[in-house]
């Protein structure tokens, strides 16, 4: 009878484990698939998945086109550091498709052969000690390379919150009507000016906006939290503001009073650069955070 339920017990036991370890490894499974990349690229309007495409399928021009058009859809941008309400977050290094060298190893085919994609990482711009310890660098960005060295002098975050796509939408389209704008010394700068206008054509959409103490929704809500980022970017550096105003509410993306509301050909956040040397704004969205950093240039 004690021999029978000893017996009972570890057919038990062995019947949890198995199902555990199935468990597990299906889990697994899908996570494997989950993480996995897809690989996919629409080429010729046809779907093509690397994973099972063969050399022979191929030539070198196809080949090119393909490689190039996937590094444009997987490449991952570079995270930079930022520090929000005292906390200091890390740089993350992006990851992009290795044109040249996917393509260079795939140039000498042999049937059924499976392509091979190589990647390489993308070095974030700020660092850690570019952000802290002022450290110079020489300035490279995705749109240009200068070869004059730079330096962060200041730098600002906001939170972006449970903000709705059409204000996150105006948000970035401003930021990038921001990007490395250089304002020389003693040069006013004009955020108006810089953004041009706000309107459905140049991409803005409807978000809601302060009106005399009411949010309404209008054409460009949103870009008055890039133009208050901005400004406590600014406010500790040797510059003399020379037009700023305040929303009618308080906004929870800065602290109160150290906003700076914009209203196209009407309200206008300005300064000018009293510094001995040119600055220039480089512009982010780090998860959801809105981010600007000042750079001085140097000569």
Known sequence: MRRNLLILILLLLLIVVFNFNSFTDQSKGEQEQKDQPTNNVNYNNKIITLDNLKNDDLNSISLNKIITQLAKEKKQKAKNSFVFKGRLYSEKPGREININKSIKEN???????????????????????????????ILETDSQ?????????????????????????????????????????????????????????????????????????????????VSSTLYNAVKELDIEITERHHHSLSVNYVPEGEDAT?????????????????????????DNYVVIYILEILD
């Open 262 to 286: 914009v209203v196209p050909d009407k309200l206008d956040f300005k300064f000018i650069n009293k510094e001995n040397h040119p600055i220039t704004i480089l512009t982010d969205i780090i």
């Open 145 to 225: 390379i200068n070869k004059d060295k730079a330096r962060v002098i200041s730098h600002y975050t906001t939170y972006l919150g449970n903000s709705t796509t059409n204000r996150k939408n105006n948000i970035s389209l401003s930021l990038r009507r921001l990007e490395e704008a250089i304002i020389k010394s003693q040069e006013e700068f004009s955020f108006n000016d810089i953004l041009g206008p706000i309107t459905s054509k140049a991409g803005y959409k409807e978000a809601p906006i302060i009106v005399n103490k009411r949010y309404v929704p209008q054409v460009g809500g949103g870009i008055c939290q």
């Open 107 to 137: 140039l000498n085919f042999r049937e059924e052969e499976k392509v091979k994609i190589f990647y390489k990482d993308i070095p974030p711009l700020i660092d850690k000690k570019r952000l802290l310890n002022r450290k110079k660098f």
